[in-house]
């Protein structure tokens, strides 16, 4: 079974200032790695996605996150957030598991961007 | 295209009632997948239909609920009673095909038990 740890429960930052969230994940097969937005009284988006390939993977509004295999971890990253980016951000993992593969959540980061 | 959608987006009932969520999936997608969110804490997976067959279902947290999929179409979450702490976000989600192909999730169906 996998899991997914996000340590921070909130993330205040000056609009205009870099952000890391940060996730980590424990598995014993290959996963793939997701990171989900939830914009306030919206649903669960794709934020962007590391299925194979290249480690850094991009997002069409300016966020990255990078695949490190051997510290299990899944941060997202953007240089310069926009008060627009406040947000719930979800890291989610699947993995092979009977047949089918089922993302396992974490607690989410709420992240809070002042103007 | 519509979207994942779900009904009703925010309900409020006494404990012991009964309350029914339904979930209407993106058209063509055979996978459908719901979840739970409490308060604070992280979207836990509650099961996964493919097509109108429950593919797992180790997430659902007692016999208090009760999901179907008939016609492989929509599906509905039965809770019956409801408990206080049956409150939350419940979150349902579609894709297209297993692997790792995009899961669609609709915008949750708030439950607030008192």
């Known amino acids: 079974a996998q899991s997914v740890t996000q340590l921070d429960s909130q993330v205040p930052v000056f609009e205009e200032a870099p952000v890391e969230l940060r996730c980590n994940y424990s598995?014993?097969?290959?996963?793939?790695l997701f990171w989900y937005v939830q914009y306030p009284n919206q649903g669960l988006q794709l934020l962007l996605k590391?299925?194979?390939?290249?480690?850094l993977v991009e997002s069409i509004n300016g966020f990255e996150a990078e695949f490190n295999k051997s510290q299990t971890s899944f941060h997202l990253r953007k240089p310069s957030v926009h008060i627009s980016d406040t947000a719930e951000y979800f890291c989610?993992?699947?993995?092979?598991?009977?047949?089918?593969?089922?993302?396992?959540f974490g607690r989410g980061t709420s992240l809070i961007v002042h103007p | 295209e519509a979207g994942v959608t779900q009904f009703p987006s925010h309900s409020v009932i006494e404990k012991g009632q009964t309350v029914t969520l339904r979930c209407d999936p993106i058209?063509?997608?055979?996978?459908l997948y719901w979840y739970r969110r409490v308060m604070g804490k992280e979207i836990k997976f509650l099961l996964h239909?493919?097509?109108?067959?429950?593919?797992?279902e180790s997430g659902m947290p007692n016999n208090r609920f009760l999901a179907e999929r008939t016609g492989g179409t929509y599906s509905t979450l039965k809770v019956q009673p409801a408990e206080l702490e049956d409150s939350g976000v419940y979150f349902c989600?579609?894709?297209?095909?297993?692997?790792?192909?995009?899961?669609?999730f609709g915008e949750g169906s708030w439950l607030t038990v008192v």
């Open positions: 989600a579609s894709s297209q095909d297993l692997g790792h192909s995009t899961i669609y």
């Open positions: 598995s014993s097969v290959s996963v793939y």
């Open positions: 590391y299925l194979s390939g290249s480690t």
């Open positions: 989610a993992v699947s993995a092979l598991s009977g047949g089918s593969y089922i993302p396992t």
């Open positions: 058209s063509g997608h055979d996978n």
């Open positions: 239909f493919v097509k109108e067959s429950k593919q797992d």
